[in-house]
């Protein structure tokens, strides 16, 4: 910095408060944003039960939460030669705005997943808890639980 003139050293602290300056906008534009309006939230939901409805398809029971608190995102499947590892997962949109509370209360949420290859002996686990998951025999089993 010794090299520059002084017009060059004025120059350059102008432009390095004006990239700091930018930087502290950026920063309370997204935090303003994030309590006015909010981000969503996404959250591992828990797997319950399963249920073979087809060659290959499972039909997932997990629990979400209340609408606005814990609606359903994704349900994610990984396959291997003995486990069949099924994630779920929930949104809580705008759940960063100031004021955002949801209950504690859980709904039980379905959706169908595509295997790649039958089920057969693999076991069923859950993403979420890393724990087996039941297998029941068809639909009406999962539904009464």
């Known amino acids: 910095m010794d090299d520059l003139s002084a017009e060059g050293r004025t120059r ?27 981000f969503d939230r996404v959250r591992p939901a828990p797997v319950e039960a399963v249920a073979v409805v087809g060659e290959r398809e499972l039909l997932v029971r997990y629990l979400g939460g209340v609408p606005g608190c814990g609606d359903p995102l994704r349900v994610e499947v990984a396959e291997d030669a003995d486990e069949v590892v099924v994630s779920a997962f ?18 039980p949420m379905l959706q169908t997943v595509r295997l790649g290859e039958a089920l057969g002996d693999r076991v069923v686990r859950d993403g979420a808890r890393g724990v087996d998951v039941e297998v029941v025999a068809g639909v009406q089993d999962l539904l009464s639980d």
């Not at 949109?93 to 955002?100: C, I, K, P, S």
Request: aromatic share 6%.
């Open 12 to 38: 350059l602290r102008a432009l390095s408060l004006y990239l700091v300056g930018a930087i502290v906008l950026a920063l309370a534009a997204v935090g303003g944003y994030a309590l006015v309006v909010g």
């Open 90 to 107: 929930t949104v809580a949109r705008r759940a960063t705005r100031e004021g955002f509370s949801c209950s504690a209360a859980s709904v």
